[in-house]
Structures are given as structure tokens and as C-alpha cells.
């Protein structure tokens, strides 16, 4: 499961609705690829569709989509969003990384 803070909420829906998608029955697609400074980095996206091997969870009224490799490194996680002056957006609380970059965008297992 991917919990969705309430600050993280208010901002994926917003975005969602300026993308055209409708956040009730529409999904925030989050992903892990290889790549970043510490070896995987996170992805996220809005998307309409399921794939037959995706994991599809609602947390906080926020519908998440997974792809079965992704949900692996992701289980546990909390999405979150910081703004204000040192904001850096999306965040990823990944209680599975062991070591994170500076930015955040990346992590390993």
C-alpha cells in the first residue's frame, strides 16, 4: 500500500485537474526505473488506464496505480508534498531505502 499525505493530496488533484484528468476516477501512476544518483528513482504520472499486472490502491480519496516491479521497492511508502521557499515537491517517505541523494529523487535498497 501507498499512503497519500493531505498536503500531497490537495496538490495531485489540482494537477490533475489542469492535466485534464478527473482525480475520482483517474489514477496517480507511481513507478521505480533505474537511473539517479543513488541507483533508482522514483516516477509519477497521471494515467486512465490499468495494466493487468498493476496494483491499484486508494488512499485519501487519492486512487495510486502501481506496476507489479515498482510495488516491490515501493510498499510502505508515503507520498508527500513540500512547498514554501525550500519546498522540493513530491516527496517519497520509503521506509524500504537505505540510503537517498541529497534531492530525494533517487534512492537504494
Known amino acids: 500500500m501507498i499512503q497519500v499525505?493531505?498536503?500531497a493530496k490537495k496538490r495531485v488533484v489540482g494537477l490533475m485537474t489542469e492535466g485534464g484528468f478527473d482525480a475520482t476516477k483517474d489514477y496517480v501512476r507511481v513507478g521505480v526505473k533505474s537511473g539517479g544518483?543513488?541507483?533508482l528513482s522514483y516516477e509519477l504520472d497521471f494515467d486512465n488506464k490499468v495494466g493487468e499486472t498493476d496494483k491499484v490502491f486508494e488512499?485519501?480519496?487519492v486512487r495510486i496505480v502501481v506496476d507489479k516491479k515498482s510495488f516491490l521497492y515501493l510498499?510502505?511508502?508515503t507520498l508527500e508534498y513540500s512547498g514554501g521557499l525550500n519546498g522540493?515537491?513530491?516527496?517519497?517517505?520509503?521506509?524500504?531505502a537505505q540510503?537517498?541523494?541529497g534531492c530525494g529523487e533517487s534512492f537504494s535498497l
Open 5 to 7: 499525505s493531505d498536503t
Open 37 to 39: 544518483c543513488s541507483g
Open 59 to 61: 488512499d485519501n480519496a
Open 75 to 77: 510498499v510502505g511508502t
Open 88 to 96: 522540493k515537491g513530491f516527496v517519497f517517505n520509503n521506509p524500504n
Open 99 to 101: 540510503r537517498t541523494c
